[in-house]
């Protein structure tokens, strides 16, 4: 008897609709949905586009354009439509009613690249509470029709409906994930409040997804995190402790990278993971400059780190991937043009000693002065300002420690009570 051949599953067919974008100036948008669809493990089947003013309200996309779509679904024997846009309820089931197959939207496929990735406990949750946060809503249209049908003789009086119970049954999932998320939550805080009694002032990296955050966290830090081209290799943050040549230490966190439009659900679920971005000292805006559309990707990061509110940290940009340019004198153009900027391709090195010595006169600029006489009993606190700052002058007196030093607020605020007034 011939053995049986292990065979892959047939990955999923998936037919693209780009909307209101143009092939000559948008073909990195068009390329980005092809990546998400890929990175959700599915295979592109074929595209299309549309240019929609105002969309509809009953399948977002023209009666036209659906008919068409049919078509061309079939002819390509697609499983799946993708529609880059965000769908309502009735907007997906008149769609998936009209074409035969599934339709997903752009939230639904960034929802599912998540899933997929999420190891942590923390990041399994807050994933999950984004699907249902974004499903919630949606559940009703699904069962609408199957209502219509129930109600009749036998089916009347008390009781609950389907959607009743579906609904109950997610608002107490929903109310369980956010309860488990504060407890991970709460952990965090307490592991936060012992790192600010060992104040290493902290710097985390931003960037749109692809832009070279984990190569970088690599090249700095020696870690082995995967850094990959596909969107959103890194879900989970990863904290590493940097030591510049000259002994100046600081903590460096890579963390999610960002995309245009990126559902706000996950921006809400993921809230705990990028309240640490809003309260690191000094935010490293990564940008993949060798990438056509590095503007719209700038843009896009910018508006999330104003979501969440971060504009108040400093931000240091880092144009990354400067060995990938076609016209190197960009980056030195770049550079001189923006403040607080470096160029830098993480993948060669070059460029990074700038930034670090960057990254060193940014912290070190928020170090504050402070002239304490320290009684010898509290002489511990001379320890840590060695420890956690520079100390300009140490002088042993009959009263106590005269000390000069330049430590962050939270020593600063410890040594107050000592400080001499002139
Ligand atoms: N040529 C070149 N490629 C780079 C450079 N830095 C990163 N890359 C490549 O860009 C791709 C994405 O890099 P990552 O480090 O995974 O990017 P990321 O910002 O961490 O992306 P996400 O985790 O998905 O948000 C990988 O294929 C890297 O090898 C660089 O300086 N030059
Ligand atoms: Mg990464």
């Not at 949905?33 to 023209?62: F, H, M």
């Not at 931003?206 to 290799?233: I, Q």
């Not at 439009?261 to 309240?275: D, I």
């Not at 320890?383 to 030093?405: N, P, Q, W």
């Amino acid at each position: 008897m011939p053995e049986a051949q292990p065979t892959q599953p047939p990955q999923e067919r998936l037919f693209l609709v780009f909307v209101n974008t143009d092939e000559a100036d948008d073909k990195s948008l068009e390329d980005e949905l092809e990546g998400l669809v890929e990175a959700a493990g599915g295979e592109v089947a074929g595209s299309t586009r549309q240019r929609l003013s105002k969309p509809t309200k009953a399948t977002y996309i023209g009666s036209g354009k659906v008919e068409e779509l049919k078509v061309y679904a079939s002819e390509t024997a697609s499983d799946t439509v993708v529609v880059d846009a965000e769908l309502t309820g009735i907007q997906i089931r008149n769609l998936e009613e009209a074409l035969g197959r599934r339709v997903v939207d752009r939230t639904s496929l960034i929802l599912d690249i998540f899933a997929g990735r999420a190891k942590t406990r923390e990041g399994r949750l807050q994933v999950e509470l984004a699907q249902y946060t974004y499903r919630l809503p949606r559940l009703m249209s699904v069962y609408t029709k199957f209502e219509r049908q129930r109600g009749g003789i036998g089916m009347r009086g008390p009781g609950e409906t389907k959607l009743e119970s579906d609904r109950r049954m997610v608002n107490a999932r929903i109310a369980k994930l956010r309860e488990e998320i504060e407890e991970v939550k709460r952990h965090r805080h307490l592991q936060r409040e012992s790192r600010s009694n060992n104040p290493v002032p902290t710097v985390s990296l931003v960037g749109y997804t692809s832009a070279g955050k984990s190569t970088l966290m690599n090249s700095l830090t020696g870690t082995d995190l995967l850094a990959d081209a596909m969107p959103f290799a890194t879900l989970d943050p990863t904290t590493r402790r940097v030591q510049t040549t000259d002994g100046f230490t600081f903590f460096l966190t890579d963390t999610v990278g960002f995309i245009r439009h990126l559902p706000t659900q996950l921006v809400a679920a993921f809230r705990a993971t990028l309240e640490e971005v809003a309260q690191a000292d000094l935010l490293l805006h990564v940008i993949d400059v060798s990438h056509e559309d590095w503007e719209g990707q700038r843009d896009a990061v910018l508006e999330t780190i104003e979501t969440i509110d971060a504009s108040g940290v400093p931000m240091v940009t880092v144009f990354n991937k400067v060995d990938a340019l076609s016209d190197p004198s960009l980056a030195r153009r770049l550079v001189a043009e923006w403040p607080d900027s470096v160029a830098v391709s993480a993948l060669t090195g070059s460029g990074l000693d700038d930034l670090t010595a960057v990254v060193h006169r940014h912290l070190r600029n928020r170090f504050g002065h402070i002239e304490a006489l320290i009684p010898y009993e509290k002489s511990a606190l001379v320890e840590s300002c060695h420890k956690f700052g520079r100390v300009l002058r140490e002088e042993y007196r009959d009263d106590g420690i005269l000390v000069v030093a330049e430590v962050v607020p939270e020593w600063r605020s410890k040594l107050e009570p000592y400080a001499v007034v002139e």
